[in-house]
């Protein structure tokens, strides 16, 4: 079982940055493939990026270049850094946890066994 907390949401302006963290429970974090997904108001979640479990990562077009994952196993965390924000970034962000090993299915939220609760990220203009 994982459990998964999402934390550094808030409000910035056009251009700005922030970083979100998911702190992982459980034994195997380093073994999960990390992704983190977005929802808008009114849209369906959508696949943001990932991080297998040996750090290779991999970026929607949406926000290649401006957003980076990372993760520390040490500390069972994962980041995203977010930078030159978009009000079109505007959405609640969850970090998502599964067995993935290649990027078939990466895009898939049914790739996934675990999911945070969300943390919502505004972007003003």
């Known amino acids: 079982q994982v459990q998964l907390v999402e934390s550094g949401g808030g409000l910035v302006q056009a251009g700005g940055s922030l970083r979100l963290s998911c702190a992982a429970s459980?034994?195997?974090?380093?073994?999960?493939?990390m992704g983190w997904f977005r929802q808008a108001p009114g849209k369906e979640r959508e696949f943001v990026g990932i991080?297998?479990?040996?750090?290779?990562?991999y970026y929607a077009d949406s926000v290649r270049g401006r957003f980076t994952i990372s993760r520390d196993n040490a500390k069972k965390t994962v980041y995203l850094q977010m930078s030159s924000l978009r009000p079109e970034d505007t959405a609640v962000y969850y970090c998502a946890a599964g067995w993935l090993t290649g990027e078939a299915k990466m895009r898939r939220e049914s790739s996934y066994d675990y999911w945070g609760q969300g943390t919502q990220v505004t972007v003003s203009s």
């Open positions: 991080t297998w479990s040996g750090g290779r990562t």
């Open positions: 459980g034994r195997t974090f380093s073994s999960y493939a």
